[in-house]
């Protein structure tokens, strides 16, 4: 705490180098592993609450999340192809 107090009396904190804008907490990196770190948070209670509440197996929640997985990138991968062979007006 001392070491902290000194840090802000003694200015010490104007000869350190701010953050680059590429590492900022408003960047479009951090901005990323955020939604990253809330998705795999996601992950992690519903495999929780498929295996404690539902009471299905370890590999059976696995089963489940890869399938979802599989069904989410045929849809994106269909979107992906219907909006790419749309014509350029």
């Known amino acids: 705490k001392?070491?902290?107090?000194?840090f802000?009396?003694?200015e010490e904190w104007?000869?350190?180098e701010p953050v680059s804008s590429w590492f900022g907490p408003?960047?479009?990196l951090m901005s990323s592993m955020s939604a990253l770190f809330k998705l795999s948070m996601w992950i992690r209670h519903g495999h929780g609450y498929l295996t404690e509440n539902l009471g299905i197996p370890v590999w059976g929640s696995?089963?489940?999340f890869g399938?979802?997985?599989?069904f989410l990138g045929m849809v994106l991968?269909?979107?992906s192809a219907v909006l790419?062979?749309?014509p350029a007006a």
């Open 2 to 6: 001392a070491a902290f107090i000194n």
């Open 8 to 10: 802000i009396s003694d």
């Open 14 to 16: 104007k000869s350190i």
């Open 26 to 28: 408003s960047s479009f």
């Open 62 to 64: 696995y089963a489940v």
């Open 67 to 70: 399938l979802a997985t599989l």
């Open 77 to 79: 991968g269909l979107v």
């Open 84 to 86: 790419g062979s749309t």
